[in-house]
């Protein structure tokens, strides 16, 4: 029985709240469970030196939590001067896992830069994160159809893309892990996948003993059964 | 007229949502019109080197604002590896302006570090800050009393203590600036005052010409009917 | 009795030595007392990034105090890595109450920046610093209009700008605290205001009890009173 | 055909030269072809803060390359003042790969510090870096044994591991790929094994499309030989 | 001729004025012409770690010039948030010159931290540093015999110490350069010699041609003319 | 006897291995006996900004120890984030050796930028770093020429440069001191002189006592003779 008392294929609760931000072009307020995180979508015209003039466009992102976010309160990292290397391997995956779906040509010279803040943080704010960001950059994108700073009828999104943690917590495979589980898995991975199942990133780490090729197969299968619920509801909130 | 609509000595819509966090021992969600701050207290058993072995407690903030709580997004302070004066300037009068109404000694040797996290702006965060931090600073108080941490009947927090930003706008002197009216108010001033009507600070500034003791005296009547509603505010919170 | 055996309304003896820098534009070594700041006034010809193209000019300051400009020697800033939230306090509000009584159109699109540099502590360092800023900014203007950089008859300084601190000290309200009333002051306020007499910035703080309008009054009645004297002491400095 | 002319399935000459630093308790230069790394492993009876007195020990890396490993020279690391999110990431890969075969506890309170310094750069420095790393270990637990620090018969290392990239290239998939190779895969991906066939570490990343399961399949295929042979080579090395 | 008229021996207008600190155990406002440099000696019980409870004490020095010291205004290094590699270059250089006269041992486990603070320059900064930093010192030490820190007979400097800079002018061996003869020196040399003549420093730079042995030999006559002279000044300020 | 065995005036075996390097224009391994350091020479089309537009080439220079590179591990200076202050005062003194012996107008804007990489130390990495930086910087010279981006018949390189250390251990004067040496010396020299014995830099430091003009001339003598054997091998490494 897992501590949330979920079944090993069970994602928890999941919700995608768009449109909360005055500000922001796009936004969305994700929550897994009690991990909630607040991203923000913000259209910058100018993109980074190495792509002027080139015509192409850029997504970015960059991560952060709110230092009680946690269960013991962490430095705030503006305060420390600098982001730890987690925070900067976390925002490198969720930048990725996003150009992956984008058409740079099509998004015309401009940046997308995605702000994921964790808010409160049960494990999994990576995955929320990418899955929220999803929502966020389709707003912003749709914000600028609504200028033709993109052509009415480009696919600038080309897919779907969602995230999902899977681990082997006492020996059994199980989807979307908590910080309890988390904390004591013996395998961790994290999945990033498109609506059509293309794998865009598989990053599996043993915790403690190494794991099998069985093993990662049955992860792998997990994986694509929340991706396929998480993309369900990526559709159902951009329909709202 | 305001841009907003409101009387002169009219507060935007103020709400204090408490216990908005799992994890910390007080936290507030407070809200002034569309500045929304997540405000969390968290108790730690270490103070800073130089109170150590005093018997004496501390109680110290931090402020940041999500890059994307403004109508421009703006660097994260973390990534450009430091935090800006305002943001020093700001967490330091909260800071005072909390332990002000604290009594330290009844706190007993511990810290607790309050962080004011700016999600949207729209003028007066720092103000916002301050007065939700004394909803989370109590409820933070309470979680210790319950733990024996404190007396049962120590008076740890001596009153209660609110901020409310005043400024003359179009030649009129105006209650709780939004960010419309703070960029163009010809003088803008933040008071902290006591529950009991205590000054605990004054910051005015003249942001063109200078202005006048009588202009003072405005604001300040103004800022004391301010601070009496945010007042019940905080009570009302905390009964809830 | 004050320690320093000065009337509740005494300045210290105060001395505005100009001309004191070889090569700066502007300079003034001013002292309160013990306190000892000197104070240069560098004319650029470049102005801040969002001020270009636009023809109006910018007043800055910079703040510092050598590591043994007090009685226990301070850690060097500059080995540090970094400027303390009291120096970016102080800095701002130097640049913020000379930048009142500018014209910054008549200035021209240049910048001049101030640098404080305090040689000796004894409280006020912020006052005192505004205070000579002033004589050296006067006479950073005068060089430039030797130079015909401003136009002969330009008013580009609108009116004289002196800072002065009080203070409730032992129950009584006293001018311009020097480091021990300033230790064990109750309140705590900097007044900076113009040769007119208009309020250019307050900061007042309650160091313990909060401070009453009454005593806001008071202390408000002392500084009117020394910025008139700081402001003759201006005048007889320049016209030398 | 690939660019270096080798077989989909062939490493590029390997070479693992031990006792390379006059000065390391263990120490490795290992070749990949053109892909030069030196790895020192130095004994440290210090642990970090968090595991002082627990009776555990710990394995770290640090990861730099020199600015003219590559074919443009890179600004160096430590006059830019930090290490890239990159360099981070790497560093932290290298450590847990350690981790996962060192018997922490039988290796007593104490640290080794793997420091992995890239001389010369052609693809692959992370995996380089890690097959290396681990005669580097070996060779400084072995220092440890001789010293009795570890008991002669304590088995501190429980398995070889090592690492190798795989990757689609042109629609083939490919191992051990080169810097020409890295530039204009379609995926690419890193595997951590160890000797006895474990899954350590699987980190696949679609640069252009997303890739299949199938592809997946593939390329871990391709890497298991190839951590075979690198393994082989380890055994050789240190019999040697 | 040189451009202020000196002959080549000649040194420039040499001040040394003891006791211009109200706060540092020892204090000197050394002026070597238009270059003032403002030298405190502080005293602090505590040593670097290095040297913790080895009975032995340390004497340090930190550098820094005033942003407008300068015809150019230069960036205040506390705001650039780093110490330029000159700075440090320049206060190893003085720690090492004093701690070659004094004993450490006899100076007992405490700290001597130095602060040169260049008020105003036109070159040479370094050696007037030195130069001032010795009466400092010695005023920081009589503080301590005075308050039986040191013993009263203790020997704990052993011999003045002095500096002076030397170089090729237009072909011509001068002492004592100024700012302008240094930017076009083509032979630049800083000496630092005891009372005794013993040498502690020689640090000699071709900043264009090479230079000869014989040259060196000149410069090194100059200067030993050069020190005596110093060393006759501070014997005469510590007499005074 | 020297721990080395080595007479007084002789040499550690060295060696300068060319390129060595496959990306860098120049590059050289020099050894002196333990003491290895891979020197890069890099081209840059770019000056630095105060260059631009003069036609003016410029050298400069980097240096860094791998952490490893010592008995003791030191802190790698990526991850300390900064430089400390020797090794600052290395990477000015070799860029200021190598400009020496460089016309810069022959070389024509552009930048070569040196970068030496201690791979092992044991005493005199800076003098070997620039003998071996000659070497990588002449052939970056050649390749240019090859270009056709510096004239056929250009003498870029003015002479040759190389330096040695010299110092006075248990009274006698030595050359080329290794670690042991180096930590025990009385004095300790270093010499920068061209192949004509012109001399560029002297930097002599006493460590215990101060040392006599005599010294000083012996240590001179005895770098005369190491120089001319460095040069001999700077011409057969260039000539093989």
Known sequence: ????RRAPDELRPVSLERGVSRHAEGSCLVKFGDTHVLV????DEKVPPWLRGGGKGWVTAEYGMLPRATGERMKREAAAGKQSG???????????SLRAVVDLIALGERQIVIDCDVIQADGGTRTASITGAYVALYDAIEWMRRRNLVPANAKVLRDHVAAISCGISDGVPVLDLDYIEDSSAETDANFVITGSGGL???QGTAEGAPFSEAELQQLLGLAKGGIAKLVELQKAAIAS
């Open 1 to 4: 029985m897992r501590p949330s």
């Open 200 to 202: 865009v990133e598989i």
């Open 40 to 43: 923000t979508a913000s259209v």
């Open 86 to 96: 987690r925070t900067q391997e976390i925002q490198r995956l969720i930048g990725r």
